[in-house]
């Protein structure tokens, strides 16, 4: 999608984006997979907390993408369960739970090993 070329977590034509590539599973759901390494951590081994905030939101974000919706992000709620360790394949998933009046909810959730890491819920406002 052009309007995302330059996004810092799929941007085809960002040289620094993290490369992750979405793909639909369902009519609202959407799935990714991102491996860590060294330079996303916060404390030595672990993953940065505004790291796996940015995965989350970008699931969702795609989520929305896929059924051609710009969404901004106007909340977003995260529960950090376990510490990501560096290293880590994170598996991500999002589903559109309710769209209503412009306002689009979601939620995502993060695993690794088949292991709940991470979770989130957000509203989304479509661009204008």
Known sequence: ?????NCMVCGIDNQSALGI??????EHSTEGVFLTDER????????????TSTLLDAVMTHCLL?????GL???????????????????LS???VDQRHGIHRLNAVASVDGVVVAKASAKFI???
């Open 1 to 5: 999608m052009r309007s995302h070329a």
């Open 21 to 26: 590539g979405f793909h639909q599973t369902g």
């Open 40 to 51: 996303y951590q916060g404390y030595t081994g672990i993953l940065h907390g505004g790291m």
């Open 66 to 70: 896929q059924q051609g919706i710009k």
């Open 73 to 91: 992000t106007a909340e977003l709620t995260i529960r950090f369960v376990v510490p990501i360790n560096i290293g880590s394949k994170i598996y």
């Open 94 to 96: 999002a589903q559109i």
């Open 126 to 128: 479509e661009k204008k």
